[in-house]
């Protein structure tokens, strides 16, 4: 470049508004490239500017002897920070962004891209057997009859090739530093390792050696290139746009608030059972990149632990809550199962299955103590897995693996899972048939951003997931929780609270069901204070209603939270509150006050101690304290808020009919005296089905 080489290196050169090095960083940021070291020589500081424009991506290494060495010195200059597999460009050259495509894209480990013949007296020829690198020569008569194309300064050189190169450079080295990495290297080592050729026919491109190809460059190269980059960009983007469009067809859509239920159902029965079980593969990742589920996933996995436990105790159960658990069997050998209601879609092809479906993994040990899930082949360490975590997934407390983020690097085989994704690989809406989707990699950002932007207004639902015209599918016990219900919440508010939670969902959420529940126990607790018992009870049993129209509302909606959990909690305990102190106060005007006053303060106090116990074993355990089933007598009356408040109304009722009092004061204690026994008996209970610690399903 005679005078102007001595004041600027050639990748400095601008063609255009950016210099030809910065151009290339552009192309390889736009193909995925994450990390660019830049090796540098003559004029090294005007480079420094690159490093402070692109702190995260671009470092730059010396070559300190870059008067007196070759390209193989530069590039054993930046050996200490290359550590895995990479691309090795030169900096002086112009070229079309297709080149870095082709070249990634190949399955090849080691990939030398090649152009057409270009004639302009300084090409470096490549001489190829089958696709396979030969030779490499700017003298044409030296090498074979098969030279397919020329160098363009383009390669990809996998980390084992590397070592096989930098194996004897420090001898070399020693007698002269004045070697090319293409000629004096990977000539050599291609006759031992498989270096591949690939020949774009009619790739634009230059390397700017002279004042000549500097002008060539800017009157022709350049300007054809950008307009190639524009049209390929273009044509990217319609295939991403295609591509993008695909994440839309996969997903649980309408079925999103079924696969939750059916996923609290699961993990209730074998918590209760003390069945080890925890999320796997979609299901785990949803849980940890977005909190939820994948958008474009239609599947659960969940893997149990204790296979035969599970069969033996908890698939009776499901089956008494109306699942069908069908065993996967495959090739003969038992898989694990399919857990589905029969009322859910029928898959075509798979006449028994129905969807959703929640697939369960059985696992297996080998000899190696590491985990293997037929039919997968991947194997995990078991101390990934076990002793098993927990963890809050759509409001649903659920099994997880120990380490799940060693888990999912063992799966994917990468640590790139929470930034990048690729399209589903299955439909299991139609059988878990393939999708033929492409293999392409995109980011995880912009996969939502593209499906937030395409959201379609729902003007008949509340939340994602909810469907709404079929309000027939909510009928009791779809939304009900059987294992934490009392009975009279179960068998009586529910049938009552679903028929609002139905109608409400298209108008509000839950939390503005649970302010209305305060409205009615604030104002239930003013009428009785006033001495309007009947009143009082009426609106005692519309807040003991919608104190399960808003849990209904979030799952109906697929909008479970804790601070809505939080304000639930909440609301339950300061509205009973306020009722036992609007009746001991009321009573005061009716018996002796010391008596009401005391028999009040009794009750609270129970009541204290028997909701924090309940409040306490869900920190502890992670899940609602199974009082139905462990004390179905007091659930009866007074284990729940709506047994004590349904026991409280009965005694408003009976003493305001009767005007008899002193009925109503009595009721207070005894109801003190059968939460404080309740108390007792759950502390031994909790030893009992839970002790040393253990948490159900770990």
Known sequence: MEQQGKVMPKGCLRLGKRSILEESISRLLAEGIERIVIVTGHLKEQFEPLEDRYPQTVQLVHNPHFADSGTMYSLYCARHHIDADFLLLEADIVYERRALATCLKSPDDNVVVLAGFSNTHDECFVETRNGRLVGISKDRRSLGSEVTGEMIGICKISHALFSVMLDTADDRFRETRHLDYEMDWLVSAARHVFISCLVIEDLMWCEIDDQAHLIYAL?????????????????????????????????????????????????????????????????????????????????????????????????????????????????????????????????????????????????????????????????????????????????????????????????????????????????????????????????????????????????????????????????????????????????????????????????????????????????????????????????????????????????????????????????????????????????????????????????????????????????AWQMGYPKRKLERLFSLFCAGSEGRLLILSLGLVVGDLTENSSIMLWLLWGLAGAVSLNFLVRIGLVCRHFKDGERPGS
């Not at 939750?260 to 209760?272: A, S």
């Not at 037929?374 to 194997?379: L, Q, T, W």
């Not at 999912?408 to 589903?424: G, H």
């Not at 679903?498 to 126990?521: C, E, K, M, Q, Y």
């Open 219 to 619: 009157n022709e190269v350049y300007p054809g290139v950008r307009q190639r980059d524009l049209d390929t960009d273009e044509c990217d983007g319609q295939r991403v746009q295609s591509d993008l469009s695909k994440f839309k067809t996969i997903g649980f859509f309408d079925e999103r608030d079924i696969i939750v239920r059916h996923i609290i159902d699961l993990f209730t029965t074998v918590n209760e059972h003390k069945i080890r079980a925890c999320i796997m593969f979609g299901t785990l990742l949803g849980k940890l990149r977005h909190d939820d589920f994948i958008p474009w996933n239609d599947n659960v996995d969940i893997v149990i632990f204790d296979f035969g436990a599970f069969l033996e105790h908890c698939v009776p159960d499901l089956e008494r809550q109306g699942y069908t658990i069908e065993p996967d069997v495959r090739g003969g050998k038992r898989m694990g199962c399919h857990i589905f209601r029969e009322d859910g879609a029928k898959v075509p092809g798979k006449p028994r299955l129905r969807f959703p479906w929640i697939g369960i993994w059985e696992h297996e040990a080998g000899e190696d103590g590491l985990v293997v899930l037929p039919p997968e082949d991947i194997r995990y360490r078991l101390e990934d897995f076990l002793p098993l975590g927990e963890a809050n997934f759509l409001g649903i407390p659920v099994g997880v693996p120990h380490d799940p983020t060693a888990i999912l690097n063992t799966y994917f085989d990468s640590e790139t899972w929470m930034e990048f994704c690729q399209l589903p690989h299955r439909d299991h809406r139609n059988g878990g048939k393939l999708t033929g989707f492409s293999d392409d990699k995109f980011k995880v950002q912009t996969v939502l951003d593209y499906l937030a932007a395409e959201a379609e207004p729902l003007p008949q639902r509340g939340g994602p997931g909810m469907m709404l015209e079929d309000p027939d599918r909510w009928k009791f016990p779809a939304l009900a929780k059987p294992e934490s219900d009392g009975a009279f919440c179960y068998h009586i508010q529910r049938r009552i609270s679903v028929w609002f939670s139905v109608r409400l969902a298209r108008h509000i959420g839950p939390n503005a069901a649970t302010g209305l529940d305060l409205i009615f126990g604030v104002a239930a607790a003013a009428l009785v204070l006033m001495g309007y018992w009947l009143w009082g009870v009426v609106l005692i049993q519309m807040f003991g209603i919608f104190s399960c129209v808003d849990g209904e509302i979030a799952r109906i909606r697929g909008r479970a939270s804790r601070i809505g959990d939080f304000l639930d909690t909440l609301t339950d305990r300061v509205t009973e509150v306020l009722l036992v102190a609007a009746i001991a106060i009321s009573l005061c005007g009716r018996v002796d006050p010391v008596s009401a006053l005391s028999a009040g303060l009794a009750l609270l106090g129970a009541v204290f101690m028997l909701t924090t116990s309940s409040e306490k074993f869900r920190s």
